[in-house]
Antibody, heavy 119, light 106 residues
Framework: QVQLQESGPGLVKPSGTLSLTCAVSGGSISSSNWWSWIRQPPGKGLEWIGE???????NYNPSLKSRVTISVDKSKNQFSLNLSSVTAADTAVYYC????????????WGQGTLVTVSS | EIVMTQSPVTLSVSPGERATLSCRAS??????LAWYQQKPGQAPRLLIY???TRATGIPARFSGSGSGTEFTLTISSLQSEDFAVYYC????????FGQGTKVEIK
């Protein structure tokens, strides 16, 4: 089973950029999976942010597309999320996840990391 | 964007009883529907995909049904570990989640 671990600052200032990394272990990031970011504001539901394939192909949530960049580092077996111009509404637990390309199912999740946007 | 609507928001059930959760899509998603269970402080866990296929290791008391726009998750006999929030998610188009149904102890 693939393990995923998010890392990054837990506090970001308004108008700044949120940056997170997801380390993948137990499998190769070059396998047939979409590597995804999903978030959950405190006490609320889940929102798909975007995803990347090892080739570099990306898909982004239309509502966030102008602010999101997802990249992959195959040499480190990890992928990253950048979310710019953040506001308090971006405060959430951010999860990285593995979505199997053939079935389009998310089968593995990281434990999640809380990012708070505050001055 | 396909909007997923779950009902009820909260379901109060006694241990051993059956729980029935509903999920409706704003347009057809065929059978491209998954159900997840989430407990406090934990990531969601995949229960059902393809509307009715149990994921690896999921007990048989969990079952899913439906296609198109109407879906149901049934827990045949609730165990103490089943009290949690359940989310449906469509993956026919850009993936979207329902707002969740909390299953609580009656």
């Amino acid at each position: 089973q693939v393990q995923l671990q998010e890392s990054g600052p837990g506090l970001v200032k308004p108008s700044g950029t949120l940056s997170l990394t997801c380390a993948v272990s137990g499998g190769s990031i070059s396998s047939s999976n979409w590597w995804s970011w999903i978030r959950q504001p405190p006490g609320k539901g889940l929102e798909w942010i975007g995803e990347i394939y090892h080739s570099g192909s990306t898909n982004y949530n239309p509502s966030l597309k102008s602010r999101v960049t997802i990249s992959v580092d195959k040499s480190k077996n990890q992928f990253s999320l950048n979310l710019s111009s953040v506001t308090a509404a971006d405060t959430a637990v951010y999860y990285c996840a593995r979505k199997v390309r053939i079935t389009m199912i998310v089968v593995d999740w990281g434990q999640g990391t809380l990012v708070t946007v505050s001055s | 964007e396909i909007v997923m609507t779950q009902s009820p928001v909260t379901l109060s059930v006694s241990p051993g009883e059956r729980a029935t959760l509903s999920c409706r899509a704003s347009q057809s998603v065929s059978s491209n529907l998954a159900w997840y269970q989430q407990k406090p402080g934990q990531a969601p866990r995949l229960l059902i995909y393809g509307a009715s296929t149990r994921a690896t290791g999921i007990p048989a008391r969990f079952s899913g049904s439906g296609s198109g726009t109407e879906f149901t998750l049934t827990i045949s006999s609730l165990q103490s570990e089943d009290f949690a929030v359940y989310y449906c998610q469509q993956y026919n188009n850009w993936p979207t989640f329902g707002q969740g149904t909390k299953v609580e102890i009656k």
